[in-house]
């Protein structure tokens, strides 16, 4: 089956910095990737759809300045958290929409946690 | 009303058994449907996609699709452990400015007891 590979699995970081996360298709091209925020015992919520070469849409409630979509291959698209905060602290889950079919495949995703 | 509804349990059965999850969604023009499972701290991954109404058979995950009741289920026979998850409920948005995206539901966390 098709593979999406994120990174990194889990990341520390103190309040103030940015982290960046990616998420990579690797047996197939993704024009379309998606960006999830997951707290504990809720579901995926959207964030953002990435699309290959031109601006990120992000939902409604989303700030586009803290976290930056950039989708600049059919491969390749990263997310960064700037100036963190213990409140952005999640599971952030990525995934790619195979151009062939319908079907969604997501990377491991990333645990992030803000001190 | 929520767009993709499910129930989110705990819903315990008995290894063996056969463990039944249920969705509903508000979009009725609605067209593709998928489930995922997702153990606990991990990503989902894609269990089975329907797009008629029926049944769809996989091993042991039949889903069924009812689009005049706008139901989805998945049934999962002979129950393992390991099967032991939330599985989530996913519809492809036909409407609106995430025209094309899944909605999620909640998720159903299921217990499969040995």
């Known amino acids: 089956g098709a593979v999406v590979s994120q990174h990194p699995s889990r990341v520390i970081c103190k309040s103030g910095t940015s982290v960046k996360i990616e998420c990579r298709s690797l047996?197939?091209?993704?024009?379309?990737m998606f960006w999830y925020r997951q707290f504990p015992k809720q579901s995926l919520m959207l964030m953002a759809t990435?699309?290959?070469?031109?601006?990120?849409?992000?939902e409604q409630g989303v700030e586009k300045d803290k976290f930056l979509i950039n989708h600049a291959s059919l491969t390749l698209s990263t997310l960064t958290v700037t100036s963190a905060h213990p409140e952005d602290s999640s599971f952030y889950i990525c995934?790619?929409?195979?151009?062939?079919?319908?079907?969604?495949?997501f990377g491991s995703g990333t645990q992030l946690s803000v001190l | 009303q929520k767009e993709v509804e499910q129930n989110s349990g705990p819903l315990s059965v008995p290894e063996g058994a056969i463990a039944s999850l249920n969705c509903t969604y508000s979009?009725?023009?609605?067209?593709?449907f998928f489930w995922y499972r997702q153990y606990s701290g991990k990503s989902p991954e894609l269990i089975m996609s329907i797009y008629s109404n029926g049944d769809k058979e996989d091993g042991r995950f039949t889903a069924q699709l009812n689009k005049a009741s706008q139901y989805v289920s998945l049934l999962i026979r002979d129950s393992q452990p390991s099967d032991s998850a939330t599985y989530l409920c996913?519809?492809?948005?036909?409407?609106?400015?995430?025209?094309?995206?899944?909605?999620f539901g909640k998720g159903t966390k299921l217990s499969v007891k040995p």
């Open positions: 979009d009725r023009v609605s067209q593709s």
């Open positions: 995934s790619a929409r195979d151009q062939v079919d319908e079907k969604l495949f």
């Open positions: 996913a519809v492809k948005k036909f409407r609106g400015g995430s025209q094309g995206n899944l909605i």
């Open positions: 047996d197939f091209q993704a024009t379309t």
């Open positions: 990435s699309n290959e070469g031109s601006k990120a849409t992000y």
